[in-house]
């Protein structure tokens, strides 16, 4: 029996909690890896203050290592060793363990490693022993695994999307171990996958079928007897066998009465297979664009789904950008181009200066090649030694913003950075897929576009090579039951 192990039988006034996690959305069909520098590390009493618990005085939380990446392409091998080397290095010398709570994302995927958050669980396991009981926070979009099911106690997932519940996510999953440890409890976790792949654009949590289905997820939560449960959409680009949603449902010690519930939850999930779909109205770029021009009011904003940054996308598809330029629409904000070699040409020109660009089609070559802009410079960010660095280019109608680094604009303080006020604008396109919440009360009009790039929601014109099948929609006619050996 590990120190841990001994630790976890004994009575106890204080409990020791460690927290940490690594959290990454990978996009397997991005080109653009995912390293070290590319992560934003919290150890010590930073990750204390960013995790944000309210726990109370018999509690000590034990930081180890908290690191977070903007999605993009798989993590680099040697960058999630390192990480995660990192943690359980910070564990081990961390004294007896109680609990463990861990912020994960859910669609992690590594060079070279079967399931990055698997790996992950089974490394913390291995220090702690089999008593100390583990808690997992996650995204709505996570990809799990049987293995992660197998090796944590209790599972928490975000229910809102656009995502505003990040915070109260990791709370639920610390309350929950602390039931644990307080009640003794010894918690079974049953998950079930419905064969089913969805973009997270088409479960949009404030409508139908998703909101009912976070509400049935609560209504387990108060039957006797369960802990948790959580429904998981998963995340469609990455392309792996587990890229299915996912129901965890977590008993407080009867594994039985967590699969009946879990069975419910996803035989609900699955009979409303059909139903799922886009919370705004969706088009071709050219078909957006002709409902913007004739509406009356702005600013009406178009989403530039297949290019989506905030989903791992490069953020460069200058597709969408060649169509506003070819229809001389009079006014538009382009919100952006990820081009660091464009913000460098503009800021050696200077502000009023006439530039010839290429833009784009550099991280992500795939898709389209550089477009060709020509235009004046308008504003330039302060320059940074490091840091991202903002230029406008105003062509015809339409003022393009450029960044030097890969990002997305997903509420007025970004655009008010480019010294633009979306509100004066008729037209506004970003790189999102639904429009973020922080951007919804500003636009009165919303369209998504179902534009080409490594984030396109035509799922069929993606090459998957290792997703599952039979999956629905790609199987539409196939049948599935979550009780075993029902048809």
């Not at 890896?33 to 150890?43: N, R």
């Not at 040697?78 to 961390?94: E, K, P």
């Not at 050219?286 to 789904?305: H, K, Q, R, Y």
Request: charge should be negative; hydrophobic fraction near 45%.
């Amino acid at each position: 029996m590990s120190q841990y192990e001994a630790n976890a039988n004994r009575e106890h006034r204080r409990y020791r909690v460690a927290i940490g996690g690594i959290g990454h959305e990978t996009n397997t069909f991005s080109p653009l890896a995912t390293d070290l520098d590319d992560f934003e590390i919290s150890e010590g009493a930073v990750l204390l203050r960013e995790f944000c618990l309210t726990s109370s005085p018999e509690v000590e939380l034990v930081p180890t290592l908290w690191a977070q990446a903007f999605p993009g392409g798989l993590v680099r091998r040697q960058a999630y060793l390192h990480l995660r080397d990192r943690l359980i290095a910070s564990l081990g010398v961390a004294g007896p363990i109680d609990g463990v709570c861990l912020s994960l994302h859910g669609a992690m995927e590594a060079e070279g490693v079967a399931k990055a958050e698997a790996d992950l669980l089974a490394a913390v396991r291995e220090v702690v022993g089999t008593r100390v009981p583990i808690a997992v926070a996650l995204d709505l979009h996570g990809n799990v695994t049987p293995s992660m099911a197998a090796l944590a106690d209790v599972f928490t997932a975000y229910r809102t999307a656009p995502h505003r519940d990040a915070t109260s996510t990791r709370q639920r999953a610390f309350d929950a171990l602390m039931r644990i440890l307080r009640e003794h409890l010894r918690p079974k976790p049953v998950l079930i996958k419905p064969p089913l792949v969805l973009p997270g654009e088409q479960a949009v949590t404030d409508v139908e079928p998703m909101r009912s289905l976070i509400q049935l997820s609560q209504e387990v939560e108060s039957v006797p007897g369960i802990l948790a449960a959580c429904i998981l959409v998963g995340c469609a680009w990455t392309d792996v066998p587990h890229n299915i949603t996912s129901v965890i449902v977590t008993a407080e010690r009867e594994a039985g009465v967590a699969q009946a519930q879990a069975e419910r939850l996803a035989e609900v999930t699955w009979d409303r297979r059909r139903r799922f779909a886009y919370d705004v109205p969706t088009g071709t770029i050219d078909e957006c664009m002709d409902v913007a021009l004739a509406s009356p009011e702005g600013p009406f904003f178009i989403t530039d789904s297949g290019d989506n940054p905030t989903a791992g996308a490069p953020g460069d598809v200058p597709v969408f950008l060649e169509r506003l330029i070819a229809r001389n629409v009079p006014d538009a904000v382009f919100a952006s181009i990820s081009d660091a070699a464009a913000v460098a040409v503009c800021r050696a020109a200077g502000v009023g200066e006439q530039v010839k660009l290429s833009v784009g089609g550099k991280l992500d070559s795939i898709t389209a090649p550089p477009f060709p802009l020509t235009g004046e410079v308008i504003f330039l960010s302060e320059p940074h030694a490091a840091g991202q660095e903002l230029a406008v280019v105003r062509a015809g109608g339409v003022r393009v913003i450029l960044s030097s680094e890969r990002g997305a604009f997903t509420a007025p303080e970004h655009f008010r950075a480019a010294r633009i006020d979306p509100l004066e604008h008729r037209i506004v396109v970003v790189k999102q897929g639904y429009l973020f919440a922080e951007l919804r009360p500003v636009a009165r009009h919303t369209m998504m576009a179902l534009s080409p790039g490594l984030t396109d929601l035509v799922l069929s014109r993606l090459p998957y090579a290792h997703m599952a099948r039979p999956a629905f929609p790609f199987d539409p006619e196939m049948t599935w039951s979550p009780r075993p050996g029902a048809r």
